[in-house]
């Protein structure tokens, strides 16, 4: 059992005995100087979850922040993610041993295929090697990122291994419920990416606006307490130190029936903010 939790942060496990805060901090488009100050900034506010990938370009900095950070390593668990050109068996292998390398540790926490590719045809190739990776120790944990149930079906049978974690697009305006279920069922642990959606759009809607006001509390308290009472692990970004407290501190309200019910109704099938369906999408 791998237990990663800041103190008194609810916490998320999944059937193979991850466990993760249910609050991570995410790194999208942080590089440079300006990421590697707001990954310190983050780990030294209490974030003990830093998600990355090969594709943000940025695992070096993410490894230097988590080298230099006086949190002790075992209370930290990063994530990298697999891109879609380098599925096949081989270089799946190597590009994970890269990751590890580009962050300078000797392991990975969690380690994901970024999207299924399905036109590829490949990600079971991908499962393989993640697999063989984690029996090798280079990853602790390995799961799958924008996967549906039915990819997630093909490896788990092609392997007899199930991903600890999902990470897919979930906010109010896109929330994933036969997704969620599917999860659950199967003790996957659902992670959000775009937590916020288009954080500037969804940060002056009316509905969520009213909550917010309702309890003293900001849009975005609004939406990661919304995350927090859902169930999933939710993974919001900002640069700013008093914002990154900010979306860590959930803990002093909480959204009643009436609140859950309104946000549920913001649902739309339509609502990606990206238009990525991993029916199709191809992460290059
Ligand atoms: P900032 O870094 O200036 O705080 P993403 O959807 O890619 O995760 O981006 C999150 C966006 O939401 C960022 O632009 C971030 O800006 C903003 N943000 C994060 N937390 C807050 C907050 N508590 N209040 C307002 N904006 C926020």
Not at 161 to 180: D, G, K, S, T
Request: aromatic share 8%.
């Amino acid at each position: 059992m791998t237990t990663h939790t800041p103190p008194s942060s609810p916490t998320r496990t999944a059937h193979d005995g991850l466990t993760l805060p249910a609050t991570g901090f995410g790194t999208y488009r942080l590089n440079g100087f300006e990421g590697i100050h707001a990954i310190t900034s983050a780990l030294r506010v209490g974030y003990r979850l830093i998600d990355s990938a090969y594709n943000y370009e940025n695992e070096g900095i993410v490894g230097r922040a988590i080298r230099e950070s006086s949190v002790p390593r075992e209370d930290i668990v990063v994530t990298s993610k697999l891109p879609g050109r380098h599925h096949s068996y081989d270089q799946a292998r190597r590009t994970v041993e890269e990751s590890a390398a580009r962050m300078g540790l000797d392991y990975i926490d969690l380690y994901l295929i970024h999207w299924p590719n399905p036109s590829q045809g490949q990600y079971v190739d991908a499962w393989r090697a993640l697999v063989e990776e984690q029996r090798q120790g280079v990853v602790h944990h390995i799961g799958v990122s924008n996967f549906l149930p039915g990819h997630i079906e093909l490896i788990t049978r092609a392997t007899g291994v199930a991903p600890a974690v999902n990470q897919i697009e979930l906010h109010p305006y896109f929330q994933q419920r036969a997704q969620r279920a599917y999860d659950d069922a199967h003790g996957i642990i659902t992670e959000a990416w775009s937590p916020l959606g288009r954080a500037n759009t969804m940060l002056k809607d009316r509905t969520i606006s009213a909550i917010a006001e309702k309890h003293g509390i900001s849009p975005v308290q609004a939406i990661l307490r919304w995350h927090l009472q859902i169930g999933d692990v939710a993974i919001p970004k900002s640069t700013n130190e008093g914002r990154q407290r900010a979306n860590l501190d959930l803990g002093g309200f909480a959204l009643d029936r009436q609140d859950m019910d309104a946000i549920a109704d913001l649902d739309n099938k339509q609502g990606r903010s990206f238009g990525q369906d991993p029916r199709w999408h191809e992460e290059a």
